[in-house]
């Protein structure tokens, strides 16, 4: 007996059956005869078809070879099952997870540790270490205890890495922290290389700004956390100052981390020397806001031969009244103006005039609203001078309540000077009787309102237009973008490492998901699927590892360890991704390193990773 396939197509539709057929003798010699007819399912689905087609293959004992990529399945293999003692066990989440780890191995962080980190007497290497690390703080960011208590033993990396859950703790996370600490150099030029391998990213234009980073207790044992201006809104807590170096696609180049208490400007020297000293002495171009500038810090720049485009702090518009109150703006796009104007010192730097209308209305608007609310508590406080019972008469009280409006209301402070007099001829209870002086500088008021909504750019580059230096100058947005991701998506505030070598390995490990979460980011937008990594996580996080506990008639289980199938709508997302989930098991400790993500630029140029 044998088995035969047949095929016929009526009406444009083909038709798929199989038949059992025995060889039979007769008179007129051997003839085939049909037994029974298998099936006859129009429009087989390809999972069915390939285990039919197979058939005959495990009925002639020809067992084909696992393929560790599932392009094809398995032959089927045949066992009673009792159905009603069928059960699911160990629900792991696989897809966030897996997705990190094919990042992490596209960006070669799993080879540069593994040569970097050579394995030693430890049981687990080092560099498994730190790819663990990172992809916690990618997919759900959290601390060291409650990656090894809860995270990690609720994932599949398990599977996918090798190292079961008991062997993750908290005393090797940490120490894991600190092997990884020294090469934070050497990710810096890795990085650098694969940039330019992965998306052509170009290094002679660089984005550099500070923020901070709030500590939650006194830190007496980090030397690095001061007090200082809190961008967090946590002047409270002491701090460090992160600096950080992206390129103008958004990817992260290098950082380095500053005292709590480190003013901005002071912080530029030291940056730039250090990019010098990593990356050489390349003619560069430096991008940074008006904290940044100082004179001294542009005459080192001229110095060391690099170009500078940087913002300038608000009080040297008033040198560009005229050019303010011309008329031959250039609109560049809906609500920016912009037009080139030459140094007023003759030098041959360039200066970009900038203004747009819907910001001067907010800041008009809100500082309309700080005059009134200080005009309101400038009388009542001198309706108390005048009173006649309980009647204000400490000048020293007088002036701290002042002081108090005028730092609230900052707005409209510089519009007005405000004096407290003694009367000589009005004294009460040996006190002189106090009043209020206001001076109101209208000339000021109208000043601000022409300054309303403009900005000002200065740069040595030449060659370039108003349009395409604003246009640079506005990729400040990129670096601003990355603090917010760091700190918000991937966990960087609050800190509660009490070592300052603790601090500096939890930066890096931010730093390695702020890498992989860009990447992942123009592996998105390359592919026309936006640019939010934390909405896919959410969605990968949906796809499951589980083990299917098949009892059979024979006595023993069957255990199988499967993936779960996605929904049709995020089966579209990896299918737009080139990303192809396992669909057995058992070979998913081994199809990461097989799968190679195809990624395109966000112009949908040549592709960035090819499969």
């Given at each position: 007996m044998f088995l035969r396939r047949n095929r016929k197509v009526h009406a444009g539709e083909r038709y798929d059956y199989w038949t059992l057929v025995e060889s039979v003798r007769t008179s007129r010699g051997p003839r085939q005869r049909v037994v029974a007819t298998i099936g006859k399912l129009p429009g087989l689905d390809e999972e069915v078809?390939?285990?039919?087609?197979?058939?005959?293959?495990?009925?002639?004992g020809r067992v084909k070879q696992q393929d560790l990529l599932r392009t094809e399945p398995d032959p089927p293999q045949w066992a009673t099952i009792d159905v009603s003692r069928l059960r699911v066990e160990r629900q792991r989440w696989f897809g966030n997870v897996f997705l990190a780890l094919a990042l992490w191995r596209r960006l070669k962080l799993d080879r540069f540790f593994d040569e970097i980190m050579p394995k030693g007497?430890?049981?687990?290497?080092?560099?498994?270490?730190?790819?663990?690390?990172?992809l916690a703080r990618f997919c759900e960011p959290s601390s060291e205890l409650q990656v090894a208590d809860f995270w990690y033993g609720k994932t599949a990396l398990d599977d996918l890495l090798g190292v079961?859950?008991?062997?993750v703790n908290d005393d090797r996370l940490y120490r894991g922290l600190d092997e990884i600490l020294p090469h934070k150099d050497d990710l810096f030029r890795h990085f650098q290389q694969v940039y330019g391998e992965l998306f052509g990213a170009n290094f002679d234009l660089l984005l550099y700004d500070v923020t901070s980073t709030y500590f939650e207790g006194r830190m007496l044992g980090n030397p690095q956390a001061r007090r200082g201006y809190s961008r967090d809104g946590r002047p409270d807590c002491?701090?460090?100052?992160?600096?950080?170096?992206?390129?103008?696609?958004?990817?992260?180049?290098?950082?380095?981390?500053?005292?709590?208490?480190?003013a901005d400007v002071t912080t530029v020297e030291e940056i730039v020397d250090y990019m010098r000293s990593k990356y050489g002495h390349e003619r560069r171009t430096w991008v940074m806001d008006r904290g940044m500038v100082s004179e001294e810090n542009l005459e080192m720049l001229r110095t060391c031969g690099a170009s500078y485009l940087v913002g300038t702090p608000k009080s040297m518009l008033k040198r560009f009244e005229r050019e303010l109150l011309a008329q031959d703006w250039i609109h560049i796009e809906p609500g920016v103006e912009v037009k080139l104007c030459a140094a007023p010192d003759g030098t041959a730097e360039t200066y970009v005039l900038c203004r747009s209308p819907q910001r001067g209305e907010k800041e008009r608007a809100m500082r309309t609203r700080q005059i009134d609310k200080l005009e309101a508590a400038l009388k009542t406080l001198e309706t108390r001078f005048g009173a006649t019972r309980s009647p204000l008469r400490d000048k020293t009280k007088a002036e701290r309540r002042i002081g108090a409006l005028l730092q609230r209301y900052s707005r409209a402070a510089r519009l007005y000077d405000v004096f407290v007099?003694?009367?000589d001829d009005n004294i009460y209870a040996g006190k002189k009787q106090l009043s209020?002086?206001?001076i109101r500088h209208n000339e000021r008021r109208e000043w601000a309102e022409l300054a309303d909504g403009a900005y000002l750019l200065r740069t040595n580059l030449l060659g370039y237009g108003a349009e395409e230096l604003w246009r640079i100058y506005i990729g400040l947005t990129e670096i601003e973008d990355s603090f917010r991701i760091s700190k918000h998506d991937l966990g960087l505030r609050p800190l509660y490492h009490?070592?300052?070598?603790?601090?500096?390995?939890?930066?890096?490990?931010?730093?390695?998901s702020l890498v992989m979460w860009r990447t992942l980011q123009q592996w998105m937008s390359g592919c026309g699927l936006g640019e939010a990594p934390r909405k896919l996580l959410e969605e990968m996080a949906e796809v499951r590892s589980l083990d299917v506990i098949l009892p059979t008639a024979a006595g023993p289980h069957l255990r199988l360890r499967v993936v779960s199938r996605p929904e049709n709508h995020l089966a579209i997302?990896?299918?737009?991704?080139?990303?192809?989930?396992?669909?057995?098991?058992k070979s998913i400790e081994n199809v990461v390193e097989k799968i190679v993500p195809k990624i395109t630029t966000s112009c949908g140029k040549d592709p960035l990773f090819t499969s």
């Open positions: 078809r390939v285990g039919w087609e197979h058939i005959e293959d495990v009925l002639a007497r430890e049981e687990i290497p080092w560099n498994t270490m730190a790819c663990i690390l990172t079961p859950p008991e062997k002491v701090q460090v100052c992160i600096a950080l170096v992206v390129t103008t696609e958004g990817f992260p180049l290098a950082y380095e981390v500053f005292d709590g208490n480190r007099e003694e009367l209020l002086r206001v009490r070592k300052e070598d603790r601090t500096q390995a939890h930066i890096l490990v931010c730093f390695l997302l990896l299918q737009r991704l080139g990303l192809f989930l396992p669909n057995k098991g």
